[in-house]
């Protein structure tokens, strides 16, 4: 019976510490972020950059809600290292993935070259599956974790 009541002890600690520790990432990650939406992705690229040297991928994403930031186009196009170009494949740890026909919940950074690029890699990109945001690491009902991200950024 020790055994049992210790087991549920741990687990409940380490469900109060997960709980935790992904308040504080959705808190750094509503902060830091230029534009927080919801969108379609509509096309993913891959090409090589101006020296062959690296493979970038661009991911159209059509929004249909803006979370932060200001609507300014019906598409935005994300950068982010990465992609296969033919036979070649660049794979970098972290960098999130993304899929056509794909509905993402998007933490964006705006960089120097207009293209917005996702904030925190994995942690910035949610998919929705079965209504829920899901990533490798949490997962969240679909109306809890847009009412959480408008609370958040409404308390700024």
Do not use: C
Request: net charge positive; charged share 20%; no cysteine.
């Amino acid at each position: 019976m020790k055994h049992i009541i210790l087991f549920i002890l741990l687990v409940s600690y380490f469900n109060a510490f997960h709980y935790a520790q992904t308040q504080s990432i959705l808190e750094e990650l509503s902060q830091k972020s230029d534009l927080i939406i919801t969108g379609n992705v509509t096309k993913v690229i891959s090409r090589w950059d101006a020296n062959k040297a690296r493979i970038w991928t661009y991911i159209t994403i059509v929004p249909t809600e803006y979370l932060k930031g200001t609507k300014s186009t019906n598409e935005i196009t994300i950068k982010i290292i990465g992609g296969k170009v033919g036979d070649i494949t660049m794979d970098v740890s972290g960098v999130p993935k993304f899929n056509s026909n794909e509905q993402t919940f998007l933490f964006l950074k705006k960089r120097p070259d207009g293209n917005y690029t996702v904030f925190d890699w994995h942690n910035g990109k949610y998919t929705l599956t079965n209504d829920y945001w899901m990533n490798k690491e949490t997962r969240f009902p679909k109306m809890f974790f847009i009412q959480r991200i408008k609370s958040l950024n409404k308390s700024k």
